[in-house]
């Protein structure tokens, strides 16, 4: 009874681990859509260049010598929300703003060409092969018996959660508090009403580009440094997971992102556990179409009315 | 002057952000570590000159905007360079005419390999027409059109496989099949947002690609199914009775089949296969080509217009959205479900590698630089973008960088492609 239970402890702690990180990447759609009501499709290549980068900092400064922790996630952490805002912002102003306004069908051309643009634009600097970087956090607690099957949990799960916790609230505090948070609830209510009180609408829907874009690269650094594997095309699948995890707490609310992200992640890893890890993939996609087919909404989100 | 220099700064700054790290730094393995390399020294050239580039432009920028402003107007489409709309009525018969022609003679006149990439290319155009309904007829975006092309390819290999189905009684089911997948697909999602039925075929996609990987029993996994049978063309056979036979391209026939040439009393040519799968794939295309003419003239196909361009002024007047769009996405999944079957007997081998993302991609790219809606421009964008890279070799590594590119710049420049469709219509003439 206690393997049982501990096996599924084990699988509880997989699921959230990763299910932050999609939470993570989830904020990034979620605040798109909820200003201007579009799917930033290019997102999960953002969260690859992410972890590109990550990888090259932690690569290069190990290279120097340095393997101090803190040193290493802080570079590592900035340097890629760096770059990784910088192509959010870039996403922005090449595909999306000079489409909006127009037919809803054409953004979303322009945004596929985006990602797939990006996606060869670092196939091709990078190589096409997968990148393997050994693993910086090593070690763990195991809790249970002696003799027997241990669940685990690893310093590296630990830093996630952690990561994902401050993120979330610094987020939450920003867009409470703060005056851009401000403007961007202003937007997202009311674009043109936003407009007219003089906020620049333009530079509220940069700054959630881009501040979707910071927290999919964190969520690249993390997960990049838990799995140790990167490749051009890891952006695709993270960006349709996340994607679910938004529609799933309900795309444009925040919690619901949340929400939905660990949700997602948990049942991943029962169903790799329980089930078949082949299959995983196709749970994510499942459970979209299942909620979109019942509640269209998802949990936390509200009842969209349509303006005439 | 102040505001452009600072703007022109963080462009320049914000262009090299983008492509230092990537381009200037590389992770490659050196032994068993990683390590970050420099880039060739031509690179950081590169990479200097387009900051540079940048910089200048932007500071510089009404002054090169003035002076395009007084060279010429912008370009709107290739349409404005065409002959106008009463020449190009006299011109279209014998053109069309022509070009039907040109298409059925090119096998007799062109080499044994020209034949084989225009019979590709011709895949491409079913696919292109049958995205086209989708996209650009009915405005939906579908990102997993590939998974349609794989259900019909799939159901030609398993049933000739396992049961010996011709192709010509597994063409009309493929088709059939891919349709039910698209309805049963298009049924939760159509009735929401577009954005999400992008998303949703998107996931449907590689779900079926992940399926095919998977279910080795019965689809062989990620090493397909070899050995699928060519189509035959049917004849009907006088001499030890009378009866339909399958005639065959090889130089001996299967059990039950007679070679074409032993039919006709003539010597064996090699070259005679790939004619007639170009011939056959011409025949599907003229068959896509009029079955989706008269559907845009029927009062489905108005519907699917009407709803792209306004849907609350559809549904005010009594259209059922869901179910126009619905249809729309079941006809264009069974075209690509006909071309999924030619496509498993073309090439005798199929595997997952064949439908992957990249080419819902290509397939969507054909469609977008054709001018949604517009067969005629699709045709031309399917030939272009099938052909280009055959030509530059170089090319191909770039290829899909390209397209990525080309759909963004599409999109900004002309969101109606190089040929947008025209309606027949008649203009007010102005007293």
């Known amino acids: 009874m206690l393997e049982v239970t501990l096996y599924f402890v084990q699988q509880l702690i997989n699921g959230i681990t990763i299910g932050s990180t999609y939470a993570l990447i989830a904020i990034g759609y979620t605040m798109v859509y909820g200003i201007i009501g579009m799917i930033n499709f290019a997102h999960g290549e953002v969260y690859m260049i992410g972890t590109y980068i990550a990888f090259m900092a932690i690569t290069g400064l190990s290279m120097l010598g340095i393997e101090f922790l803190p040193i290493v996630f802080a570079v590592a952490l900035i340097s890629s929300m760096l770059v990784s805002s910088t192509f959010g912002l870039a996403i922005e102003r090449v595909a999306y703003r000079p489409l909006r306004g127009g037919n809803r069908l054409i953004p979303l051309i322009s945004a596929i060409g985006m990602s797939f643009f990006l996606q060869n634009y670092v196939r091709i600097s990078q190589g096409a092969r997968d990148i393997a970087m050994p693993s910086v956090v090593t070690g763990g607690w195991n809790f249970g018996p002696e003799h027997g099957f241990q669940a685990s949990i690893s310093y590296m799960q630990i830093i996630i959660f952690i990561a994902t916790f401050i993120s979330m609230t610094a987020l939450t505090l920003f867009i409470s508090r703060s005056r851009l948070g401000r403007a961007c609830r202003a937007t997202a209510q009311d674009l043109k009403m936003a407009g007219l009180l003089g906020i620049n609408t333009n530079n509220v829907i940069a700054a959630t580009f881009v501040i979707g874009a910071a927290l999919a690269a964190v969520a690249g650094t993390l997960l990049g440094m838990y799995y140790g594997v990167a490749n051009a095309y890891i952006g695709f699948l993270a960006g349709l997971k996340a994607f679910t995890a938004a529609v799933l707490g309900g795309i444009g609310s925040l919690p619901g992102a949340m929400l939905g992200g660990l949700i997602l992640g948990i049942s991943e890893s029962m169903t790799a556990a329980y089930f078949s890890t082949e299959y995983k993939d196709v749970v994510s996609f499942g459970l979209l179409v299942l909620i979109l087919l019942f509640k269209p909404t998802g949990i936390l989100g509200k009842p969209e009315v349509e303006k005439i | ?431």
């Open chain 2, 1 to 431: 002057m102040r505001n452009n220099l600072s703007s022109a700064l963080f462009a320049a700054g914000v262009t090299f952000i983008l492509s230092f790290p990537l381009m200037g730094l590389q992770l490659t393995t050196e032994g068993v570590n990683l390590i970050v390399a420099t880039s060739p020294a031509a690179t950081f050239g590169y990479i200097a000159a387009g900051v540079l580039a940048v910089f200048f432009v932007q500071l510089f920028k009404e002054q090169i905007l003035a002076q395009l402003g007084k060279a010429k107007p912008r370009p709107g489409t290739i349409s404005n360079f065409l002959p106008t709309d009463a020449t190009r009525a006299k011109l279209i018969k014998p053109g069309v005419l022509l070009i039907i022609l040109g298409a059925l003679m090119w096998p007799f006149i062109m080499e044994r390999g020209a034949t084989d990439l225009a019979t590709l290319v011709l895949i491409y155009v079913m696919l292109g027409l049958g995205l086209n309904i989708v996209v650009g007829l009915a405005g939906l975006l579908d990102l997993g059109y590939v998974a349609f092309y794989a259900v019909g390819a799939y159901t030609y290999a398993l049933l000739a496989q396992d049961f010996g189905w011709s192709f010509w009684a597994c063409l009309p089911l493929g088709g059939l099949l891919a349709a039910l997948f698209g309805f049963l697909l298009g049924f939760p999602v159509l009735r929401l947002r577009g954005d999400y039925l992008a998303i949703v075929t998107l996931g449907f996609g590689e779900i079926i690609r992940i399926l095919l990987n998977n279910l080795t029993d019965l689809t062989g996994g990620p090493n397909g199914i070899g050995g699928i049978p060519k189509p035959t063309l049917p004849a009907i056979q006088t001499d030890p009775e009378f009866s339909v036979v399958g005639l065959e391209f090889t130089r001996r026939a299967s059990e039950g089949n007679v070679p074409f040439h032993e039919f006709f009393g003539m010597s064996y040519d090699p070259a005679s296969k790939v004619v007639f799968l170009y011939l056959l794939a011409l025949l599907l295309v003229f068959l896509t080509l009029f079955v989706i003419r008269r559907l845009i003239r029927m009062p489905v196909g108005r519907a699917w217009e009407a709803l792209r361009e306004d849907e609350i002024a559809c549904r005010s007047l009594g259209l059922n959205r869901t179910a126009i769009k619905l249809s729309a996405f079941t006809m264009g999944a069974a075209f690509a479900g006909f071309a999924g079957c030619f496509f498993a007997a073309r090439q005798g081998f199929i595997n997952p590698e064949s439908f992957v993302f990249k080419e819902s991609v290509i397939i969507l790219a054909i469609v977008v630089l054709g001018g949604m809606g517009s067969q005629i421009g699709v045709i031309l964008a399917a030939i272009l973008i099938t052909i280009l890279p055959e030509l530059a070799r170089e090319f191909q590594e770039y290829r899909e960088l390209m397209f990525g590119l080309m759909m963004v710049v599409m999109m900004i420049w002309s969101p109606q492609g190089l040929l947008p469709m025209k309606r027949p219509h008649i203009e007010l003439k102005q007293e």
